[in-house]
């Protein structure tokens, strides 16, 4: 693997576990078995730089993912569950639910530089438009798809922060158990 792909892949995960805050440059060096000056070669504005890139890196994955699972439905309520379940069973298999989720790293948001709130805000935001669009095929108007797709985001993301800080998949089944009951397409 290259050493920038390295560095984003180990920093991403970290920065899941601990939050921004929670890691310093020297513990991703460590992690990465590489130099600063290395690090710095690749990032050279520092852990907000790579920090960035973290985010990119998961935004594609995310998305793509999510891309995925709501094309193999029907319906956007049936993906939604889908997708649940597959991060119920993520947690309940690692114990965690790094790689899915950017909720820990954002969770620090009030500290954050402008352009790291830019990058979560694309990121959230091409989430909601793969929510939205699903809803919009189902003959849900725009602005109702799109006040739909941000409660589902919001819930969703609510959701995995919860079951990280409970320590349990409990608050997800929940959600999912409730959305199996209830209708995206009133």
């Known amino acids: 693997m290259e050493t920038k792909s390295l560095i984003i892949n180990i920093a991403t995960t970290l920065f899941q576990q601990k939050g921004y805050i929670g890691v310093g440059l020297n513990e991703i060096i460590r992690k990465c078995n590489i130099s600063k ?110 006040s739909k797709a941000l409660m589902m985001t919001a819930t969703i993301e609510g959701g995995i922060m919860l079951c990280l800080t409970k320590r349990t998949s409990e608050p997800l089944i929940v959600i999912s158990q409730a959305l199996q009951k209830t209708s995206l397409n009133y």
Do not use: W
């Not at 965690?96 to 805000?121: H, K, P, Q």
């Open 37 to 146: 000056g290395s690090l710095y070669h690749h990032f050279p504005n520092g852990k907000e730089e790579l920090l960035i890139a973290c985010l990119g890196s998961l935004s594609d994955t995310i998305t793509l993912d999510i891309e995925f699972i709501f094309s193999q439905y029907p319906t956007a309520q049936e993906a939604a569950i889908a997708m649940i379940d597959k991060i119920i069973m993520k947690y309940e298999t690692e114990g965690t639910i790094t790689g899915y989720t950017f909720t820990s790293i954002v969770s620090e948001m009030g500290s954050l530089s402008d352009a790291v709130r830019n990058a979560c805000t694309n990121l959230y935001t091409r989430i909601e438009g793969i929510y939205a669009s699903k809803l919009v095929a189902e003959g849900i108007s725009i602005e109702e798809a799109n």
